[in-house]
């Protein structure tokens, strides 16, 4: 097989493709729109599409498509050839810089959030020349923001790239108070950790809730779940092996760095982590990750599960975003060095990180919110849905310190002993991981652990940017006017300190007693569902910030806020129909079939043995037929509910209704439906089992 480092990236038009390609002077004008935003004139723009079109021709493309990411969460594309009809009847490949830089797909279906009517159908795509051009099959994929007519943003790049602008901006003010003035650009940088389930298309194509819900909404507890611990980085199945060896060449071909594979701690769950890279790269690179993930898993006779809790009794799936700060000189800013209680500028960086996650906590939860992932946050696979910062001992000591003013006796390095000579020594870390916390520093950079699997990292990442640049902009509206800068600095740290320890938790989040200490003593936000934490986005003090660094217009936050609450509703009133329907047409008939046949085996045992009591069919007929009354009660209820639902009008409505009564009716029919498996033979329950499910990959 070809070495990974020949064929790595070769279907991305990226830097090397474009030195190739360009002539010196368009490469470096494109180089300059890359590196600092410098305005794309139309004369380099058609010289990059000529060379791209040509690129993309001699690898097999015979389309493009301006590849954007709308607001369904998921990315869309329309794909045009590049033939044009020349003079003596035959065609031509043609692709101009216009047509590189902007595009015009019909915006009238995408969610818009009231930014626009219906009959309004126009929409515009817009390059983004910071994300490489790729080929997909035979389209060349060209990333693309995506706005309305009016200039509104439709979808989720715009406002990450303008987060991102926020944070430079902010960063490099810092920056140049502490005198470097070589620095030209600040990035954020992500590495998003994706979990995932396998299972094969033979028993998903059973389930039609695994169909239209991507979640079993049915499902007694398997014998056996992730009890053992043995799922865990065990061996890989060959099946499996095979699929993340096809997903891994799939990934590489398109320049996504995929690293890391293993499998997770759930039955049949895996993941896939990548290395670091520019953020709105990153988000592009994770979308087309998913859904390279789904092809391929096709090709093996499996299905890749994304939903953040497809059964229920076991882990979900995450998706832990490494959020990390650096210069376009390679130096990261969260990176504490070796004595971090001297290094004022990480001390200053760390602080802006601290009073951002405290003063919108808020925002950073809503930015993870879903339906799905509701039902993962605060069970003990996930974090709470309190958010806190995890600092480690040593950070913990360093701003004690600072804050009381005693003096800083730093964390001896210990080596760790074990026990063998052959074995090697080597230093412990100073201080351990802790997967409990919400948000965890794990040496340079941030671990956000509360994204679900299926959450394009856009809004996380973009309300992250925003929270840090707005701690960094009071940080440097006060230091810039400073007439001591030593002591204002000091002061300031310390104040941040004092005034945001309360975010700092080092201990185990699953504890309950940890949960009312957050809340009733220390005053943090407990936003347990998305109707719960939705509405806030559009409080004073985030509509101020947001848009006074220029990140969201208001309408376009209020857009987003309907958009996000009417996702909500969708999602479980589909959820909702499909269990009332697989109730009523399956779950009821399969039980009634098989209460008539144990019914009919006792007659017959009667006829033969006279006397005979028949008690154990006798007693299970009756079990039977009452669960069959409950299932059809609460499959009723079920209905009326979403029936009532219909008749409220507002949104937030909508989302607290499906919140305090849908949820509770689906959970009750549940219950029911899951007893009734438990005592249903086999051959009778119409849908494969959770243990036929989790451990059919074989």
């Not at 979990?195 to 007694?220: S, V």
């Not at 210990?414 to 991981?433: A, C, E, H, I, Y």
Request: aromatic letters at 8%.
């Amino acid at each position: 097989m070809e070495n990974v480092s020949g064929y790595f990236g070769s279907m991305v038009f990226d830097d090397r493709v474009m030195k190739a390609n360009l002539s010196a002077g368009v490469y470096k004008s494109l180089r300059k729109t890359i590196d600092q935003g410098a305005k794309l004139d139309i004369s380099v723009a058609n010289a990059v599409a000529a060379a791209m079109k040509d690129w993309a021709v001699e690898h097999g493309a015979t389309h493009y498509t301006h590849w954007f990411q709308p607001l369904t969460g998921i990315t869309a594309e329309k794909h045009d050839s590049f033939i044009s009809p020349s003079p003596d009847g035959g065609v031509i490949m043609e692709f101009s810089g216009k047509e590189l830089i902007k595009g015009e797909p019909d915006a009238s279906s995408f969610p818009s959030g009231g930014l626009r009517a219906t009959f309004e159908a126009r929409g515009y795509t817009a390059w983004d020349p910071t994300s490489y051009a790729f080929i997909k099959g035979k389209t060349l994929c060209i990333p693309t923001a995506f706005c309305s007519y009016g200039g509104e943003a439709l979808d989720k790049k715009t406002p990450l790239l303008r987060s991102m602008e926020a944070l430079n901006k902010q960063a490099l003010r810092i920056l140049r108070l502490f005198g470097n003035s070589h620095v030209k650009c600040v990035r954020t940088c992500v590495g998003p950790e994706q979990e995932y389930f396998l299972i094969t298309k033979e028993m998903y194509d059973k389930r039609p809730d695994l169909r239209f819900t991507g979640r079993t909404l049915f499902g007694a507890k398997s014998p056996k779940g992730q009890e053992m611990d043995d799922h865990y980085f065990g061996v890989i199945k060959p099946r499996v092996a095979a699929y993340m060896e096809e997903l891994n060449d799939e990934l590489w071909k398109l320049g996504v760095l995929a690293k890391t594979e293993h499998n997770e701690v759930a039955p049949a769950q895996h993941e896939l982590a990548p290395i670091y890279t520019t953020t709105n790269i990153a988000t592009d690179q994770n979308q087309l990750t998913m859904e390279i993930m789904q092809k391929v898993a096709a090709k093996h006779g499996l299905v890749c599960l994304l939903h953040e809790k497809p059964f229920a009794g076991v882990n979900g799936s995450g998706k832990h975003n490494n959020w990390s700060l650096a210069t376009d000189s390679g130096v990261n800013l969260l990176s504490p060095g070796d004595t971090p209680y001297e290094n004022a500028q990480f001390l200053l960086f760390l602080c802006a990180v601290i009073k951002a996650v405290d003063d919108y906590q808020d925002l950073l939860r809503l930015s993870v919110a879903t339906a799905g992932n509701d039902h993962r946050l605060g069970a003990n696979e996930a974090p709470p849905a309190v958010v806190s910062i995890f600092l480690g001992d040593e950070l913990t000591e360093v701003l004690d310190a600072i804050e009381t003013g005693k003096p800083y006796r730093g964390t001896e390095k210990t080596q760790m002993k074990l026990g063998v000579n052959v074995l090697p020594k080597f230093n412990r870390d100073t201080t351990d991981r802790n997967r409990t916390s919400p948000f965890a520093f794990t040496g340079n950079k941030f671990e956000f652990r509360m994204l679900g699997s299926s959450n394009s990292i856009a809004c996380a990442n973009m309300m992250l940017n925003s929270v840090v640049a707005e701690s960094l902009k009071i940080y440097a509206d006060r230091l810039e006017g400073a007439q001591d800068f030593e002591s204002e600095l000091h002061e300031m740290i310390r104040k941040t300190i004092k005034d945001h320890k309360k975010i700092i938790f080092n201990g185990n989040g699953y504890d309950e007693s940890w949960i009312k200490e957050a809340t009733e003593k220390r005053g943090l936000l407990n936003y347990r569902t998305t109707p719960d934490c939705m509405p806030h986005l559009l409080d004073k003090k985030n509509v101020d910030m947001l848009t006074s660094h220029k990140v969201f217009s208001e309408a376009e936050l209020k857009s987003r806020c309907e958009i996000m609450l009417d996702n909500y509703c969708k999602t479980v009133l589909i959820e909702a129909n499909t269990m009332a329907d697989m109730a009523k047409t399956e779950i009821v008939p399969a039980v009634e079939t098989y209460a008539l046949e144990v019914a009919r085996t006792a007659a017959a045992k009667k006829a033969l043995v006279e006397g005979l009591a028949c008690t154990y069919e006798t007693g299970l007929v009756k079990k039977l037929s009452q669960l069959t009354d409950m299932i059809a009660l609460k499959a009723e209820e079920l209905e009326e509910a979403v029936v009532e639902l219909q008749g409220i009008g507002d949104v937030i409505g909508q989302s607290e209704f499906i919140r305090d009564t849908i949820l509770n009716k689906m959970g009750e029919l549940r219950a029911a439906s899951d007893e009734a498996e438990t005592v249903t033979a086999k051959k009778y329950w119409p849908y494969p089992s959770y243990g036929d499910l989790l451990f059919g990959v074989r």
